[in-house]
């Protein structure tokens, strides 16, 4: 089974984490009068740019900042 790291190349520049990552994205939702429903088999897009969280350490930055060959750069 893949990891984070080696399929998305995402990991916690602070911790090294990679399985407890967040990402906002945008996603299609099915609308009606009283509730949004996500769509089935939504695709879930993002870009460098988008916010992204490590929910082991607690850091907060853009998925760039995530990228795994920035942990450990000085
Ligand atoms: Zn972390």
Redesign the pocket.
């Known amino acids: 089974m893949s990891t984070v790291r080696e399929l998305y190349r995402l990991a916690?520049p602070?911790?090294g984490?990679d399985d407890r990552l967040q990402i906002l994205v945008e996603t299609m939702v099915d609308l009606s009068p009283d509730v949004t429903t996500e769509v089935d088999n939504p695709i879930h897009e993002w870009r460098e740019g988008n916010y992204c969280a490590?929910q082991?350490?607690g850091?907060e930055a853009t998925v760039s900042d995530f990228d795994f060959i920035e942990v450990g750069a000085s």
Do not use: S
């Open positions: 916690c602070e911790c984490e490590c082991a350490c850091h």
